[in-house]
C-alpha cells in the first residue's frame, strides 16, 4: 500500500527510506530522477498540431539532452514515445532507428496513458500507412480517436484517417471524413493543417471533377502563400499541373509542374510534365521529366513502364509504344484515365485496332 502511495505521489518518502528503494531496484542513488511531477510532452504535441517542425526540432533536442535522466526515470516510455513521434513525423519510417524504437515502446506501452497513450496510437496508424499496412493503419487510428479528447487531436486521426480510405479506393466516405478533419482544424485555428487537409480534397476531386480540384488548389496556394507555407504551395503546384493537363491546358501543366519539380519527385508530376512537354512541342523537356522519373523508378525498385512509354512516344517508336502499351500504369494516379486514352488514340493512329480495343477491355471500360 506504501509503495502505491509512492508511485501515485500520495507519499514523498524521507531520504533514508528513498536509499533503501534506490538499493533494492539496484539503482544508482539520485531522487531527483525520481521528483519530476511537471514533466510532460504537450509542447511537442502542440508543436506538431501547428505544423511548426522547427520547434518539435528545437524541443527534440531538449529532450535529447536529458536522455539519461528520462531514461533512468519514470518517465522513460514517455521520452521513447517523444523520439519516435519526431522520427515518424520526419519521414524516416523504415530507420533501423525507428523500427527500434517502436518494439521498444511496445513492450513498455503500458507506461502510457492519457495523451500519451492516444498520441501513441495516432503514430502508430501513421507509421503503419507509412509502412502501406493501410488496414493495420486504421485499426489504429480507430483506437486513437476511442481515446482523444482534445479537438485538433481529433482533427488530426480524422485527416489520417481519410487518407487511409482514400488508399483503400472509398472516395465518399474519405470525402466525408476529410471533411470534418478540415471542419475540426478551421474551427481551433489550425490554419496550416487546413490547408494540408484541404490539398487532400483536391486529390478526391482530381480523377472525376478536375475543374473544381483545380479551384480548390488556386486556393491553397493563396493560403500557403498567405501564412508561409512553402512546401504547402509546391503540393498546390503539382495538384494545379495534374488539373490543367486533365483539362487540356498542356501549358499550364507544364508551368505548374516546372515550378515544384525540383522539390517534389512524385512520378504522377513527373508524368504529367513529361505529357505537358510533348503536346507543348518541347521535347527537351519532355525527355527530361522522363530521365527524373526513370531514375526515381531506379530509386524505389518501381516499374518504369509508363516512362519508357512516353519515351517511346517521344521518339516515335512504334515498336516500344505497341511493346508497353497494354502493360499496367501503376504510377499514374489520377493521370490513369488520361494516359489510357493516349495509348488508345496512338495504337488507333498507328493501325492497331485490335490491340486498341485489347486496352479498353483490360480497363474495363
Not at 478533419?181 to 476531386?205: K, N
Not at 518541347?282 to 512509354?309: H, N, S, V, Y
Request: with cysteine.
Amino acid at each position: 500500500m506504501y509503495l502505491s502511495d509512492v508511485e501515485n505521489g500520495v507519499q514523498r518518502p524521507a531520504d533514508y527510506t528513498l536509499r533503501k528503494l534506490f538499493s533494492e531496484l539496484a539503482l544508482p542513488y539520485d531522487p531527483d530522477l525520481i521528483w519530476q511531477p511537471d514533466f510532460s510532452l504537450a509542447p511537442l504535441y502542440q508543436a506538431i498540431l501547428d505544423f511548426r517542425m522547427e520547434v518539435r526540432d528545437q524541443l527534440a533536442e531538449q529532450l535529447n539532452a536529458r536522455r539519461e535522466s528520462l531514461m533512468a526515470s519514470c518517465h522513460c516510455a514517455q521520452f521513447l514515445l517523444a523520439r519516435w513521434i519526431v522520427q515518424v513525423s520526419r519521414g524516416e519510417n523504415r530507420s533501423a532507428e525507428t523500427l527500434a524504437l517502436r518494439e521498444a515502446l511496445m513492450q513498455m506501452q503500458a507506461g502510457l496513458e492519457g495523451t500519451d497513450l492516444c498520441w501513441y496510437q495516432l503514430y502508430l496508424g501513421i507509421h503503419e500507412k507509412a509502412l502501406d499496412e493501410v488496414e493495420s493503419a486504421l485499426h489504429w487510428l480507430i483506437q486513437a480517436a476511442k481515446s482523444g479528447q482534445d479537438e485538433g487531436v481529433k482533427a488530426l486521426i480524422d485527416y489520417h484517417h481519410a487518407d487511409c480510405l482514400i488508399r483503400l479506393h472509398q472516395p465518399q466516405s474519405a470525402l466525408l471524413m476529410n471533411q470534418r478533419a478540415l471542419d475540426q482544424f478551421s474551427h481551433g485555428g489550425y490554419f496550416v493543417r487546413a490547408i494540408h487537409t484541404r490539398i487532400h480534397q483536391i486529390d478526391l476531386f482530381l480523377n472525376d471533377e478536375p475543374a473544381h480540384a483545380q479551384a480548390l488548389a488556386l486556393r491553397v496556394r493563396q493560403e500557403a502563400e498567405q501564412f508561409q507555407c512553402p512546401h504547402a504551395r509546391l503540393m498546390a503546384e503539382e495538384r494545379l499541373a495534374l488539373a490543367a493537363l486533365l483539362l487540356n491546358q498542356p501549358e499550364a501543366a507544364l508551368a505548374h509542374a516546372q515550378a515544384c519539380v525540383e522539390v517534389i519527385h512524385r512520378p504522377a508530376l513527373l508524368i504529367c510534365g513529361a505529357l505537358a512537354a510533348y503536346q507543348c512541342h518541347r521535347p527537351e523537356e519532355c525527355q527530361f521529366f522522363i530521365d527524373r522519373g526513370l531514375a526515381e523508378c531506379r530509386r524505389k525498385k518501381q516499374t518504369d513502364t509508363t516512362f519508357r512509354w512516353i519515351e517511346a512516344l517521344l521518339h516515335q517508336d512504334l515498336k516500344q509504344l505497341i511493346q508497353f502499351s497494354l502493360q499496367p500504369d501503376p504510377l499514374a494516379g489520377p493521370l490513369q484515365k488520361k494516359l489510357l486514352l493516349l495509348r488508345f488514340q496512338t495504337l488507333v493512329e498507328a493501325g492497331e485496332t485490335q490491340m486498341a480495343c485489347t486496352l479498353i477491355q483490360q480497363a474495363c471500360l
